[in-house]
């Protein structure tokens, strides 16, 4: 599974010119998975691997939309199906923005108890600002979260693990911009 998600991301995902990001920043490397994990083999394949990654005693994973939201669903679903893991997950979508209409809320999705521990995913890691965001507005609003899980970190001078480090979580990846960049 895990060779074969590398082999979609390495086709699908990753391009080599010269790119703006979101960080600012200029690279000569460009990762959008979104044509990957929007795929259906894409979702089962994120699903599963993601999932391994989830701390165990999570009770649901989280991430700031629109990168996250094929995330948490492919690996909430998949955690309904995996008849061996003792907590099934539920999937939340953190807001960028609180609308002004409607409910106001930051987080949509069913929210689990005030003080569970929520384990964070995000597409794509440089600084781990989007992933900070999400963490932040679950911790306001009274869960736990230690763990950031991303599908690629493109390890931007240490940028993103001290980023983390600072706001006292452990971040995994599957992969790293380097296993892209390999023939």
């Known amino acids: 599974m895990k060779e074969r998600l590398l082999e979609l991301l390495k086709k699908d995902a990753y391009r080599l010119g010269e790119f703006k990001l979101s960080s600012g920043k200029t690279s000569q490397h460009y990762v959008n998975c ?31 939309t629109l990168g996250a939201d094929p995330l948490v669903t492919a690996v909430a679903y998949t955690s309904w199906l995996d008849f061996e893991r003792r907590t099934k997950l539920n999937s939340l979508i953190v807001r960028k923005q609180v609308k002004s209409h409607g409910t106001k809320v930051p987080i949509e999705g069913p929210l689990p108890l005030l003080g569970s521990k929520i384990t964070v995913l995000d597409d794509v890691i440089t600084t781990g600002g989007s992933a900070i965001q999400a963490v932040k507005a679950l911790r306001d609003a009274g869960y736990v979260v230690e763990r950031v899980v991303s599908i690629v970190d493109r390890q931007e001078d240490g940028e993103a693990t001290r980023a983390m480090t600072e706001a006292n979580l452990e971040l995994r990846s599957v992969f790293s911009l380097q296993d892209l960049c390999d023939a």
């Open 34 to 64: 979104k044509p990957v994990i929007l795929s259906g083999e894409g979702l089962v394949l994120v699903g599963s691997l993601l999932l391994e990654y989830i701390e165990e005693d999570s009770v649901a994973v989280g991430g700031l």
